[in-house]
């Protein structure tokens, strides 16, 4: 157990449907990756909040979005699915930039 | 945009043998990472690294800031290190991270 729990693990959805991945960090982390991993374009960075703020943002589409809560937990919400965006979603965690990342296991989505 | 170039894409090795797998990129970092991720898809941040040598086992990881370039070396390697490689770039402004296309390496016993 790397410390960072996602869930959840798998998740089958249809077209157009929209979803929510959660993810808590490490005790003590204050900053939340999130990154995608699809087979035709390898791991992307997606956005990044820390203590509850975003503060980068990467490849994300405009029909996601993620926020981080008081608790320090996040969410990435994904909506109007489509058949592209099945993909491994990780989350990693890290008390900020130039510290250690750790990664959560992943939530496998495909949409169908 | 930070170019991220990996090499090999695919190695096969022997157990025991010294392996090196190598990372290119194109313009300024703060800071780069070696990652692992195995069969299963799960990843695990071997080293974050901004300057010098690091070293965690049988891998040692080395990146030159002057010749923008990185490399990840594993020493008497195992069947267990059999694993995709990827090389992260963080850049300066820290909004942007570049992911190589990872290394697939497979040791036979």
């Known amino acids: 157990d790397s410390g960072v729990t996602q869930t959840p693990k798998h998740l089958i959805t249809a077209t157009g449907q929209r979803v929510t991945l959660r993810c808590s960090p490490r005790?003590?982390?204050?900053?939340v990756y999130w990154y995608q991993q699809s087979l035709d374009q390898g791991l992307q960075f997606l956005i990044q909040?820390?203590?509850?703020?975003?503060?980068a943002k990467g490849n994300i589409l405009e029909r996601f979005s993620a926020q981080q809560f008081p608790d320090l937990h996040s969410e990435l919400n994904l909506s109007s699915l489509e058949l592209g965006d099945s993909a491994l979603y990780f989350c990693?965690?890290?008390?900020?930039?130039?510290?250690?990342?750790?990664f959560g296991s992943g939530t496998r989505l495909t949409v169908v | 945009k930070n170019e991220v170039e990996q090499s090999p894409q695919n190695l096969t090795a022997q157990e025991g043998e010294f392996i090196t797998i190598n990372c290119s990129y194109s313009?300024?970092?703060?800071?780069l990472h070696w990652l692992q991720q195995h069969p299963g898809g799960g990843i695990v941040s071997l080293f974050m690294l901004s300057s010098g040598k690091k070293k965690h086992g049988r891998l040692i990881a080395t990146i030159n800031i002057q010749e923008k370039h990185s490399s990840l070396h594993i020493t008497a390697s195992h069947p267990r290190d059999s694993a995709v490689y990827i090389c992260a770039t963080l850049l300066y402004n820290f909004n942007k991270f570049y992911f190589g296309s990872g290394t697939k390496l497979n040791v036979k016993p």
């Open positions: 005790s003590g982390d204050l900053s």
């Open positions: 313009v300024g970092i703060s800071a």
């Open positions: 990693a965690s890290s008390k900020d930039y130039n510290y250690g990342y750790t």
């Open positions: 909040y820390y203590n509850g703020e975003e503060r």
